[in-house]
């Protein structure tokens, strides 16, 4: 939830909870000065009724009746008038106000009493109920109407009040992920300078940390790569001269071996998303996983594995030379960790608007932990001990990594069927031929 949205909803909370307490608050004030108004009234009543000329042996007619009024005009034990509902017996009450049952409904009496006469005045208890709840309706209700009214007031002013933090909110969505230039805003919030200080404090420090990663990687590998050629050419020279022998086989390795790292650096630092997505064109999944395993399998070859290709053909948008990078890496872990005389499966499939790469081996797998760490940088199961005694460098989960951010696309392992691993990757939205 927006804190637009929280806001306005605590402070109509809090506006409608007032409003209920005043209400209740103003009910019982409007029954209390309601009862001490109608017994006053009653009072008046009482005193006009002890008034009137009545005697016993003239009986006067009776007064008209009223459902809200009744009443008794008692003297020397002889009632001279009253209502035909407020049949009492005189004996029961006591000067003063009291509440009783009459006539099947609660009743407020008042009995005046005189050494000459005693009158008996009553009404329904509802008809106080009924004062007070128009009193506090005719109060409250325009306060109700404006409850409404109120709420588009204070959504308003909430909307206005947070303006600036949501205008700087949509500057950072639209922001890509390589963009680090400063927020050039002057704003006279109090509350959102210092936010906008610390943030440009923060992009310009991340930019710096992320063009030295970068470009440090990037171009330590470049200057290595003469050297190393160097090197590789002067040991094939003297292996030609003296023989070859077991130190310039191993010389031969470790060389192969730096070459293979600084490649893997120099690849890992060409995969950012935002260099390759503006040359991105349609690719056929199975015209480029059938180049790679004709690349590689010679190296399939030597390990006599079965290998299959299944599935559909189908174009996706994207870069030839990242998706080769990407295919080949997890074919050669494939090949790498896979025993001799094992299987590789690879399935291309279609799955709504969903394409799907998958190569599957019967090498030893992965436990959950290794799957987690995986993708981290020279990081290699089993490290240079795996039981397979293949060499690597540690980055080719890494680039895969990478590459699969750059397609916003999703990979997934598995266990597979065959014993090993199972690895998707799923390109979300490609075209299907």
């Not at 605590?10 to 307490?21: D, G, H, K, Y």
């Not at 009653?42 to 006009?48: D, E, I, T």
């Not at 009443?71 to 003063?96: K, R």
């Not at 909307?159 to 700087?168: N, V």
Request: with cysteine; net charge neutral.
């Amino acid at each position: 939830m927006s804190i637009r949205k929280r806001l306005t909803l605590i402070l109509l909370s809090m506006m409608v909870l007032t409003c209920f307490l005043a209400l209740v608050k103003g009910y019982q004030k409007s029954m209390s000065h309601g009862e001490q108004l109608l017994d006053s009234e009653l009072k008046v009543v009482a005193g006009v009724l002890m008034q009137q000329p009545l005697s016993i042996n003239a009986m006067a007619p009776k007064m008209q009746e009223s459902a809200q009024l009744l009443y008794q005009i008692w003297q020397s034990g002889e009632l001279l008038s009253g209502s035909d509902e407020l049949n009492l017996d005189l004996s029961q009450y006591q000067a003063g106000f009291q509440t009783l049952n009459i006539a099947g409904q609660r009743m407020r009496v008042f009995v005046f009493a005189t050494s000459l006469r005693t009158v008996i005045v009553a009404e329904p208890i509802t008809k106080r109920f009924e004062l007070a709840e128009a009193v506090i309706l005719s109060a409250m209700l325009p306060m109700l109407w404006a409850v409404p009214l109120l709420a588009l007031f204070i959504s308003f002013f909430v909307k206005y009040a947070l303006a600036p933090l949501t205008r700087l909110s949509k500057q950072l969505a639209l922001r890509q992920a390589n963009d680090f230039t400063a927020i050039n805003w002057q704003v006279t919030d109090e509350e959102i300078k210092p936010v906008i200080s610390r943030l440009n404090d923060l992009f310009k420090r991340v930019e710096t940390a992320y063009l030295r990663e970068r470009f440090f990687a990037s171009d330590a590998a470049h200057e290595l790569r003469t050297p190393l050629s160097s090197l590789k050419i002067n040991v094939h020279n003297l292996a030609a001269q003296q023989g070859d022998n077991q130190e310039l086989q191993a010389m031969t390795q470790g060389i192969n071996r730096l070459t293979n790292i600084v490649e893997q650096m120099l690849i890992l630092g060409r995969t950012q998303p935002e260099q390759w997505q503006k040359q991105f064109k349609e690719q056929s999944l199975l015209a480029i996983t059938q180049e790679v395993v004709s690349q590689l399998y010679e190296k399939i070859e030597v390990k006599n594995h079965t290998i299959s290709l299944e599935g559909d053909d189908f174009t996706i948008n994207g870069d030839e030379f990242t998706l080769v990078t990407l295919i080949s890496n997890l074919l050669s872990n494939a090949i790498k960790y896979a025993p001799a005389n094992g299987q590789i499966k690879i399935t291309l499939k279609q799955m709504h608007r969903q394409r799907i790469w998958q190569i599957e081996d019967s090498g030893p797998g992965m436990t959950d932990d290794q799957k987690q760490r995986i993708f981290n940088r020279f990081y290699r199961v089993g490290g240079d001990q795996h039981p397979s005694g293949e060499q690597g460098a540690g980055l080719g989960m890494a680039i895969v990594q990478h590459i699969i951010a750059i397609y916003s696309a999703k990979i997934n392992l598995t266990d597979s069927d065959l014993g090993g691993l199972k690895v998707q990757v799923v390109f979300a939205g490609a075209k299907c031929d």
